[in-house]
Structure formats: structure tokens, C-alpha cells
């Protein structure tokens, strides 16, 4: 529906050649990033508004998940009863003592598991500038710690460990690591369900409402990253040759202050007869090309649906 209204707003555009052949007729384009949970449920939150300038990392909605939130504890309670059989096979210390150890690093590597996203976003973005070098130093310093405390717990783990019968203990820690794959796989579904932006952009549309069931894959909402906006225009066949992928063009539309720069980014390596969206008395019937150009800086003027005029260099 929205291709067919770009059309049809681009039926009232003159012909591409405008009495120039270096400015072609086009429009702006928009590649969307659609957001939809893993798992069918009720709408139960939604922390954005149409239209609202959205961050990574930033809430977007959460479906109702008691379900899942079950399925965690049942892993949980699995993972808890693989780790008590792999303590009660344990010669040396305790099984008490072992469990302890156990528990303290499987929680200190879901420490590790967090620091290392925290400092690997923290790279993003101070890449980005969004965050400044002292941030960026001490997630790195709390990365670097979480990883001497596994050392120092497995260490002391393999200590505790010592005359343990091997065939048992090993069967036992294979459940343990399949205890604990069920558990990611049930918080992955349950983070999936209340996801985060993971990029920067505009909120161009919700399609549900709260209270509202959505199905497994059905987009709640779309963004519309900057880098995402595109000019698409059709060129003829005497000036395809002149056009090249990383070659420059003008974009400038009614009301634009001043053209913005592009930079081709698509050519298309075969024919079609000329679309609705550029048709004129003089060009109807011919072949053209469809070129891409991504605008080399961003510009809030150009919108998706846009008619353009563009200059070649």
C-alpha cells in the first residue's frame, strides 16, 4: 500500500528530462526495520509513541509473558537439580561446599555474560560519540574484573574437585550444561518479548494496541533508521554509462534550502521498461535503469514519498 501511494504521488511529476538530461525525475525511498516478538501474547506494555526519536538500547513494548516467566523457573529448578546430583558426586569437599562454588560461578558468569554486552555496547557507542572515553574505560575495567572471578571460582572449583570419580562427574556436568542452555533459551524467549531498539531511528508506525494479541512474528512496530533513507530514480540508456556505484549526484526537492549530496549506492544490471512514476509523453515505452543514492549526510527534509529532482555531478 505504501509503494502504490509513492506511485501515485509520483504520477504528478513532469518528465525526467526537464530540458536538462542531467536532472532526472526520482523519489525518496525508506528501509524499514520491523519489531516483532518470538512468542504470541497480549500487549501488556508499549513505552513508545508514533512518531517519537527512539535510541538503541531504548524500550519499545512487552507482551504478556506469565508462560514464559514459567518456563524460567521450571529451567531454573532443572539447573538447581543437576547442579545438587553433581554435588553429591563430588569426593574432596563437602557437596555443600561444591554447590557453593558452583552457584557462585554461574552467577558470576552471567556477571561476566552482562559486562561483556555493557562494554561491547560501550565500543558501539564511542564509536558513535554517544558515550565519552572514561565510560567506555570502566565497563572495560568491570569487563576485565568479572573475568579474573571466573579464573579465581574455576580454579578453586578444579582444587575442591580432586578424587571425584571422572565418568560420573562428567555425565553430571553435561547435565549441568544442558540444564543451562535450557535456561538461556527460556530468557531468550522471555528478553524477546519485552526487546529493546537496537538502533537509532524514528518510530513510524504502531500497528497494535494494549490488551491486543500479537502472534509470534508480527511486527508491533517499524523504525526508520536515517541511514536507512534513500533516493531511487530511472535513468535512460544513453545516460546509464555515465552512472557508477560510488560516483556522486545532487538530490533537491520543492522547498529543500540547498541540494544534499549523495553518493550512488545501487545500479541496476538490467532493464525495465519505464514505470508510472516517471512517465511522460517523450519517455513512455523506453528502457531505463533503476539507480539507488544514499544522501552523504542526513537531511530531516527528505522524507520517504518525497518527489525529487536530481542533478548528476
Do not use: W
Not at 562494554?119 to 573475568?147: M, P, W
Amino acid at each position: 500500500m505504501r509503494k502504490l501511494l509513492l506511485l501515485t504521488l509520483a504520477l504528478l511529476l513532469p518528465a525526467c528530462e526537464n530540458g536538462d538530461e542531467n536532472i532526472i525525475n526520482g523519489y525518496m525511498e525508506g528501509e524499514y526495520v520491523y519489531i516483532a516478538p518470538s512468542a504470541s501474547g497480549v500487549l501488556e506494555e508499549i513505552f513508545i509513541v508514533k512518531g517519537q526519536e527512539i535510541k538503541v538500547g531504548g524500550k519499545l513494548f512487552s507482551i504478556d509473558s506469565k508462560t514464559l516467566q514459567a518456563d524460567i523457573d521450571s529451567a531454573k529448578f532443572n539447573l538447581d537439580k543437576a547442579y545438587s546430583n553433581y554435588a553429591n558426586l563430588t569426593k574432596g569437599k563437602r557437596p555443600e561446599e561444591i554447590l557453593i562454588i558452583l552457584k557462585q560461578k554461574d552467577q558470576a558468569e552471567a556477571v561476566l555474560t552482562n559486562a561483556k554486552q555493557e562494554f561491547d555496547r560501550a565500543g558501539k557507542l564511542l564509536e558513535e560519540k554517544y558515550v565519552s572515553k572514561a565510560e567506555y574505560d570502566a565497563k572495560k575495567s568491570v569487563y576485565d574484573q568479572a573475568k579474573g572471578h571466573i579464573d579465581e571460582l574455576s580454579a578453586n572449583l578444579k582444587t575442591a574437585m580432586l578424587g571425584a570419580r571422572d565418568d560420573e562427574i562428567k555425565m553430571a556436568q553435561t547435565e549441568i550444561g544442558m540444564a543451562k542452555q535450557s535456561l538461556i533459551k527460556a530468557q531468550k524467549r522471555f528478553d524477546d518479548s519485552h526487546p529493546a531498539s537496537r538502533v537509532n531511528g524514528k518510530i513510524e508506525d504502531v500497528y497494535y494496541r494494549l490488551g491486543e494479541f500479537v502472534t509470534s512474528g508480527s511486527p508491533v512496530v517499524n523504525i526508520l533508521p536515517p541511514e536507512n533513507i534513500k533516493a531511487r530514480f530511472f535513468v535512460s540508456q544513453k545516460l546509464f554509462p555515465k552512472l557508477k556505484l560510488g560516483e556522486k549526484v545532487y538530490i533537491n526537492c520543492d522547498g529543500c534550502e540547498a541540494p544534499t549530496r549523495a553518493t550512488i549506492t545501487f545500479v541496476s544490471s538490467q532493464t525495465e521498461f519505464t514505470p508510472p512514476v516517471i512517465y511522460s509523453v517523450e519517455s513512455r515505452g523506453k528502457l531505463v535503469f533503476m539507480i539507488e543514492a544514499a544522501p552523504d549526510k542526513y537531511n530531516s527534509s527528505l522524507h520517504p514519498g518525497l518527489p525529487i529532482n536530481i542533478k548528476l555531478e
